[in-house]
């Protein structure tokens, strides 16, 4: 009784069949067309509203005792409870930059 290895197969490997297909233009699109998507989505965001809730105090400026008096205000957001997007700090300071560059 013969036994076949694992690795055995019947058909042959060709060239065609090692050589991974490029991908097609509906991938490409959907593999570069959703982040740029997403991303001209959350400049949008930045732009309208440049600030979000302050996740340290979840927008209350304060944090409360058990009995709902203040313990304390938030030291992140000074008490106001917004926090400038992480999008929005970064404009700012490409734009700092370009602006102090051309001077």
Not at 10 to 17: I, P
Not at 33 to 41: A, I, S
Not at 56 to 64: A, E, I, P, S, V
């Amino acid at each position: 009784m013969t036994h076949l290895a694992a690795t055995a197969t019947t058909t042959t490997a060709t060239l065609t069949a090692t050589i991974p297909t490029p991908p097609t233009l509906p991938g490409l699109l959907i593999a570069t067309g959703l982040p740029m998507l997403w991303l001209l989505g959350y400049a949008a965001a930045c732009a309208a509203t440049p600030f979000a809730r302050c996740p340290r105090c979840k927008g209350h400026g304060k944090t409360l005792k058990p009995n709902g008096h203040v313990k304390r205000w938030c030291r992140h957001c000074d008490g106001t409870g917004l926090r400038l997007r992480l999008g929005r700090r970064l404009f700012n300071y490409l734009r700092r930059l370009y602006r102090d560059s051309t001077r």
